[in-house]
């Protein structure tokens, strides 16, 4: 018998898409995070606080389009999910472990875009604030928050290859095995 309230918590989701799996996909947007910061310390015309604001803006508009493409694409995936037409994948064990995983994608990838725009909203904010802090201690937290917002931003954009990738999976499971 299925446990639902397990079925329908973070914790069957992080089961799904794991902190391995999450730390494996993350590869790239930390490379490229340490590559962009690296610059942002190499040049000479920009301070951190300065870079934090024009990172900030610009993930203002994105991550909104990428909140709403991700909710409209994950509702016609219910869709499609609650048709016949996936049936027999959901009658096989692989079948049910890549609708889970493709499940999670959607829920992990939602749920990391909107902390991120929280967390973009929050360092405007207090960058709007002015706060006036020590040479070195700014050095320190503006560093962090440069890091974390460009992780944010290339994280979101990278995991979209992650999400096509199982979507194509699925499509590819229908045409494969048509109607078994």
Same mark, same amino acid.
């Given at each position: 018998?299925? @446990?639902f309230? /397990?079925?329908?918590?973070?914790?069957?989701?992080f089961?799904?898409?794991?902190?391995?799996?999450?730390?494996?996909?993350?590869?790239?947007?930390?490379?490229?995070?340490?590559?962009?910061?690296?610059?942002?310390?190499?040049?000479?015309?920009?301070?951190?606080?300065?870079?934090?604001? #024009?990172?900030?803006?610009?993930? &203002?508009?994105?991550?909104?389009?990428? &909140?709403? %493409?991700?909710i409209?694409?994950?509702? *016609?995936? %219910?869709?499609?999910?609650?048709?016949?037409?996936? @049936?027999?994948?959901? @009658?096989?064990? @692989?079948? #049910?472990a890549?609708?889970?995983?493709l +499940?999670?994608?959607?829920? *992990?990838?939602i749920?990391?875009?909107?902390?991120?725009?929280?967390?973009t909203?929050?360092?405007?904010?207090?960058a709007?604030?002015?706060? +006036?802090?020590?040479? +070195? /201690?700014?050095? *320190?937290?503006?560093?962090?928050?440069?890091?974390?917002?460009? =992780? &944010?931003? =290339?994280?979101? %954009?990278?995991w979209? %290859? /992650? *999400?096509?990738?199982n979507? !194509?999976?699925?499509?590819?499971?229908? &045409?494969? /095995?048509? !109607?078994?």
């Amino acid at each position: 018998m299925t @446990d639902f309230y /397990y079925e329908l918590s973070w914790k069957a989701a992080f089961k799904a898409y794991s902190l391995k799996q999450f730390g494996k996909d993350s590869i790239i947007p930390i490379v490229l995070t340490i590559a962009f910061l690296v610059l942002s310390f190499v040049q000479k015309e920009l301070s951190l606080a300065s870079i934090i604001v #024009k990172v900030s803006d610009m993930m &203002i508009v994105i991550l909104p389009v990428f &909140i709403s %493409i991700l909710i409209a694409a994950f509702a *016609i995936w %219910i869709s499609f999910f609650l048709s016949k037409t996936i @049936d027999f994948i959901k @009658d096989s064990e @692989d079948g #049910k472990a890549l609708l889970n995983e493709l +499940n999670a994608s959607f829920l *992990i990838e939602i749920s990391f875009s909107v902390i991120g725009m929280l967390f973009t909203i929050s360092a405007l904010l207090i960058a709007e604030m002015g706060f +006036n802090i020590d040479g +070195n /201690y700014a050095t *320190i937290v503006n560093t962090i928050v440069l890091f974390m917002l460009l =992780f &944010i931003c =290339f994280a979101v %954009i990278w995991w979209l %290859i /992650y *999400i096509a990738k199982n979507l !194509h999976n699925i499509a590819k499971f229908t &045409i494969l /095995y048509p !109607h078994q």
